[in-house]
């Protein structure tokens, strides 16, 4: 067997393997023999069929299943000795020209295209600085979240006259162009929150509305445009709404109010083990900690979305684009060239980053074990229960859960992927230089926008 590698480019080059039939025959040989072994065939014992009838039945199809197996061990045996590393895989070199008898005297030549890639440096030190935002909870923001816990916790009344915030419950029906009820038309009885109003001359024809009172109503004007919204008080698929023109009837039949619950010691001892908050103050400061936990998440976030916008653009790696176009057709018989062009650059941003990561992982021997992605497996998992429940799942069952889901090679692809992101995060965040920052939650989501 003969392989000769020619280079066309600074990230492209061509493999020529040939194989003759001594390369090949032995292996054929043994194939046919074992396929005898096998074979249960009308007028022969099992075991017993002649190598040569199975040769005249099979020897074709034998002969091109373990000329196909030679070459990918081939091909992955000599990448690996010769330590190149490609991006994707190799691309066999369609020529019609070559015809082959698959008699076993051929004299076979097979031609591959490769993607090579980039040779790259990427060095973290603490000359690397990053802005490190610590979010704080801004009075606006801690008034909000108090004020939807409170109303959790609170009882709903039914007053006479609608304010701001308050619920109209009543009767939505479709009108004509001309005012009249739209015969055959929309009907739904249900709920329009005041506070999703944002139009103001249609909220104060809301507010002090009350039991029997009727309007008239544009919902996408009301509603700003919300389809699913819209959707949702009428009772109808999410595109039909998107498309409604309609004005609405709204007849009331009920005000709603959700009263807040009052800042006493029972309120206290819902929220938190009790004793532990006893007055407003230390409720309030309880609110402000959780908040500004959550804006933790949210930063740390966008500091790894700085560093990985960074060192894209810092490093401009090259890439065989032409051949992972191709590459990319040909793996994917389903592809489009307009999905293609629309989907390469985050494709190609996403393998840039892969490289660094790779190379990171590599010059700083840092390892992920399994036990990190079965930990973090187990983590994600318990998150996702715990919207559902608010009783923790026992650990036993937990353990079990996150056995089986890694067993799908997907969900422990992705998981892999989620671990060695924060293995390399955490590297380079624990050697560059980090600048805390603070900042009011307003001006930071302005900054993430």
Do not use: C
């Not at 330590?83 to 019609?96: A, R």
């Amino acid at each position: 067997m003969d392989i000769t590698q020619e280079k066309t480019g600074d990230l492209g080059a061509k493999l020529k393997v040939k194989i003759a039939p001594a390369d090949y025959s032995e292996r054929v040989d043994k194939a046919l023999k074992e396929q005898a072994k096998k074979a249960n065939l009308p007028g022969f014992r099992k075991g017993m069929v002649p190598v040569a009838h199975i040769k005249r039945m099979y020897g074709k199809s034998i002969l091109v299943e373990e000329i196909n197996t030679m070459l990918s061990e081939t091909l992955n045996n000599y990448l690996t000795d010769n330590k190149i590393d490609i991006l994707g895989q190799p691309l066999p070199v369609m020529d019609d020209s070559k015809e082959f008898k698959w008699d076993n005297t051929d004299e076979f030549e097979f031609e591959y295209e490769l993607g090579l890639a980039p040779e790259i440096d990427i060095t973290i030190t603490s000359k690397d600085k990053y802005t490190q935002y610590v979010v704080k909870a801004d009075d606006k923001t801690l008034e909000e979240r108090i004020k939807n816990i409170r109303r959790s916790y609170g009882k709903m009344t039914n007053p006479e006259v609608a304010v701001e915030g308050d619920v109209l419950y009543g009767e939505f029906v479709q009108l004509s162009p001309d005012g009249t009820v739209f015969e055959g038309g929309i009907t739904n009885t249900a709920s329009l929150r005041l506070d999703l109003v944002t139009d103001k001359k249609i909220l104060k024809s809301l507010v002090g509305l009350k039991k029997d009172d009727v309007v008239v109503l544009d919902l996408q004007k009301t509603l700003n445009n919300d389809a699913a919204q819209i959707a949702k008080i009428l009772k109808i698929e999410d595109a039909d709404a998107a498309e409604l023109k309609s004005n609405f009837q709204l007849t009331v039949k009920n005000v709603n109010r959700l009263e807040e619950a009052d800042l006493n010691q029972e309120f206290f001892d819902k929220l938190f083990e009790a004793g532990t908050v006893t007055d407003e103050a230390g409720f309030r400061e309880k609110i402000r900690t959780e908040i500004e936990s959550m804006f933790e998440q949210d930063a740390e976030r966008k500091l790894s979305n700085d560093i990985y916008a960074e060192l894209l653009e810092k490093n401009n790696i090259a890439l065989p684009d032409d051949f992972l176009k191709r590459w990319l057709k040909a793996t994917n018989e389903k592809l489009s060239d307009e999905e293609l062009a629309q989907g390469y650059d985050d494709f190609a941003k996403n393998l840039r980053w892969t490289l660094i990561e790779n190379k990171l992982m590599k010059d700083n021997n840092i390892e992920i074990k399994y036990e990190d992605v079965f930990e973090t497996a187990k983590q994600r998992l318990n998150s996702q229960f715990a919207m559902y429940s608010p009783s923790p799942m026992p650990e036993e069952q937990l353990v079990q859960y996150t056995t089986q889901f890694l067993k799908e090679k997907d969900n422990a692809n992705r998981i892999l992927d989620e671990v060695k992101a924060i293995k390399t995060f955490d590297y380079i965040k624990s050697v560059a230089t980090l600048n805390k920052k603070e900042i009011d939650y307003d001006k930071f989501v302005e900054l993430v926008k």
